[in-house]
């Protein structure tokens, strides 16, 4: 599968790794260079400097061929917007993104997007923990 | 009508100061506690301190009995979401975003948003109004139909100096709408009406006709043949 991940963070170098070892062709996006340190050496897919809001960039990270899109930046809005994008613009067939604010999540969830909300997933562990 | 603008930045205030002086009920919301506090001193507790994206704090301003919710904040994904949230969470009737990259208008458009304002390209066309070796600026885009209304400055080495309009092989679809002449009170143009250099011509055209309308105004041919070079 070829698959862009937009967010070089804790957890879109680690999902790049991941992916990568899994043998995808995979393609990360992020607004700052510094970031790609986290990738592991031995990482195959490409690495690009650019803002997943811009379509020009989307563009050169290879969208329009893309199977699936993962949005994992820091912002919640960013993410939701940089996924309708690729959803909705660039028809890629697989979108993810990634919302911390549980109540957005769900209304995003709700309009057809594929979401995931950390905040609410670590809470229900923790409670699992506490409570099993 | 009850309006929320969402962003206490310098637009967002002189936006809902102009919004209240026409009698609207107004409420800002704004993420910055210390930008808060000066619009309340200023223009009384208008604004609510708080993430205009959230749904808890739409639903603290009543965003469910309001009647538009214009969202101006320096960051389009924000605006993006407050908006959708407004619409979807709350079905708020109308829902303006102020956009800075102009390319997010289609997308906006595409993802539900009522109307986008985009500032960069306002600035710029404003900008190019100023510039007098412009040849063409666009005014107002009528999108729903396709067409443009533009200003063609008319240089004094153009064919079209000295004509009548109905000489002028002008691209079928396209209007004159006015004509401005330096020394004289804008008039609407007959086709009889005799275009000088320097006038300014307001014309009404679609996109792809645009460059055609150009070269007729502003270069240079022969009335048997109209095909123009630039």
């Not at chain 2, 223009?43 to 959230?54: F, Q």
């Not at chain 2, 092989?169 to 209007?175: A, D, K, N």
Request: with cysteine.
């Amino acid at each position: 599968m070829k698959i862009v991940i937009m967010g070089c963070g804790r957890v879109g170098a680690r999902l790049a790794a991941l992916l990568d070892g899994d043998g995808h062709s995979v393609t990360l996006l992020d607004t700052d260079a510094y970031s790609f340190r986290r990738l592991p050496p031995d990482f195959k897919g490409t690495a690009l400097v650019g803002n997943g809001l811009d379509q020009e960039a989307l563009k050169r990270a290879g969208i329009e061929e893309a199977d699936a899109f993962v949005a994992v930046t820091q912002g919640d809005n960013r993410n939701v917007m940089a996924t309708q994008i690729a959803k909705r613009i660039f028809k890629v067939p697989k979108v993810v993104c990634r919302i911390y604010d549980p109540l957005r999540q769900e209304l995003y969830s709700n309009l057809g997007l594929e979401t995931l909300s950390p905040t609410t997933i670590f809470a229900q562990m923790l409670r699992e923990r506490l409570e099993g | 009508m009850y309006i929320i603008v969402v962003g206490g930045g310098r637009l967002g205030y002189y936006l809902s100061k102009a919004l209240l002086h026409e009698g609207h009920e107004v409420v800002i919301v704004e993420k910055n506690a210390s930008f808060c506090q000066i619009i309340n001193d200023e223009l009384g507790g208008v604004c609510v301190h708080g993430d205009g994206c959230e749904t808890v704090t739409l639903a603290e301003v009543g965003t469910s009995r309001a009647d538009m919710l214009i969202a101006v904040t320096g960051d389009d994904e924000d605006n993006l979401v407050a908006c959708q949230v407004a619409k979807h969470k709350f079905e708020v009737p109308r829902t303006i975003a102020r956009i800075r990259n102009p390319q997010n208008e289609i997308v906006f458009k595409e993802l539900g948003i009522d109307v986008t304002v985009s500032s960069t390209s306002v600035i710029l066309e404003h900008i190019q109004e100023e510039v007098p070796t412009h040849p063409l600026t666009h005014l107002l885009s009528i999108r729903d139909q396709g067409l443009e209304v533009v200003e063609i400055r008319i240089p004094a080495e153009s064919s079209a100096v000295g004509k009548r309009i109905k000489e002028l092989p002008l691209p079928m679809g396209t209007r004159l709408a006015l004509v401005i002449h330096q020394t004289q009170k804008p008039k609407v143009p007959s086709a009889d009406t005799t275009i000088r250099a320097e006038d300014r011509v307001i014309a009404i055209t679609s996109s792809e006709l645009e460059e055609e309308l150009r070269n007729t105004l502003r270069g240079t041919w022969t009335a048997t043949s109209p095909e123009t070079e630039g």
